[in-house]
């Protein structure tokens, strides 16, 4: 009784908002938070621009905020600053709660906010240049489909820099996630695919970890050795790619680019083509953009084992600024860190996600980039589930190997790294030669 009184008299007070309405409190939230992916023709499964499409979720709402499902944001927020955390207040939570608990009700629309004015189809404006994947395919209505890749050259006859770039499913129902690579000229990653023709690698085909260690931790940072790069994803909830100022990534003149799909059937037959949007830089960077991932391919996680740790180190051979991360599992994922040691013994805790969701692969984003100097160790840890409590396991009864499929594992800690336009890749992953070194100190 002397709750009640105490927070009638708040109310009245107006330190507290009795009752929330949707149109005063809740939609400000939503539009801020929700509506980028729960709108129509975009990945979130109800909309929620209007308050007739929103009443009937309010439970639902009102749970996945409590429970912090929603917004999806896996990381430690004690550990590292993102420029995309999509993090609720609590004071967020607690209107969206309350509106929920006090009937949900509506509002006076003289209340609301205007509109938000989202960008239809293309986010990163009117593209210089749309390449699709030469193909349309049919997605079946069930089973298993293999990750598909499919060839389409990106007819550049001079290399090309890149401010923005951005991958658009075509049916986003059976696209679960799409890796963009860049296949240069000489590159034999799936030499074998045609373009316009989707191609599954054979079992006999070596797999993108064909460069792993054999055994222990040690690690290798795959695509910086000349091989193929990857530019850009897909997955649900995430950004398109772009670049800071006075930057770009590069695409050598007769590269291809390789979609590598990952379809999933939804008990209805489906089409695809996707998309892939490209803004070129306007003027010469400063600094190029290259991706690549710490991996250690010789994972081997054993039968019923509900907390199994896999690490991978790599040293870093230049001078490279650090700007984002993107950590990678499959369906036994369970956890993941990033760490860096610099030269004298510090190390840093750079990212951690304790609670890994294969469904929302999320790329975390520094708010500013992290000079990492020559001869830091960069290290990726990932802890796995193979477990019969795992919910998700495909077999807990199996020894799991990397690979490709989702019943398989990979450890791909995925890092964004700046560096001067006039560098190589290569040296990042490789000491340079002694009589090279030498002549640089004279």
Sequence with gaps: MVRALALGVLACAGGYAATPTYNKDVLPILQKHCQE????????????????????????????VLTR??????????????????????????????WAESG?????????????????????????????????YTVQASGTIEYTYFVAPAGFTEDKWIEKIEVRPGKRSVVHHVVLFVRPPGSKFVAEAKPGAPYVPSRRDPP??????????????????????????????GHAYVTKPGQGRLV????DLVFQMHYTANGRQAVDRTRVGIVFSKEPPRER???????????????GAAEHRVDARVVLHEDVKLQSLFPHMHLRGKAFEYRATVPGGE????????????????????????LLPKGTQLEATAWYDNSPNNPHNPDSKAEVLWGDQSWDEMLAGFVDLAIPVDMNPVDIARPKPRAVQSAEAR
């Excluded at 050598?252 to 590269?255: W, Y």
């Excluded at 469904?359 to 984003?365: A, E, G, K, R």
Aim: charge should be neutral; include cysteine.
């Design 208 to 237: 993108p970890g064909s460069q792993r260690p054999s055994q222990g931790d040690r690690g290798v940072l795959y695509g910086l050795t000349g091989a193929n790069e990857m530019i850009s994803t897909y997955v649900p909830g």
């Design 252 to 255: 050598r003149a007769g590269s």
């Design 37 to 64: 992916c729960h709108r129509a023709g975009e990945i979130g499964p109800m909309a929620f621009t209007t308050y007739k499409e929103t009443r009937p979720w309010a439970k639902a709402i009102r749970e996945a």
């Design 104 to 136: 949900a009700k509506e509002g006076d629309p003289k209340d609301a906010p205007k509109p938000v004015k989202f960008a239809e189809g293309w986010t990163i404006g009117e593209p210089d240049v749309v390449i699709d994947m030469e193909a349309d």
């Design 69 to 98: 499902k929603m917004p999806p944001w896996h990381a430690d927020p004690h550990v590292g600053k993102f420029i995309n955390d999509r993090r609720l207040t609590q004071a967020e939570i607690d209107t969206l709660a309350g």
């Design 289 to 303: 953009v290259v991706n690549t991932f710490i991996m250690n391919g010789s994972l081997r996680i054993p039968p």
């Design 347 to 370: 190390t840093r805790m750079l990212l951690r996600v304790p609670k890994y969701d294969f469904n929302w692969q999320m790329t975390y984003l520094l708010d500013e980039p992290l």
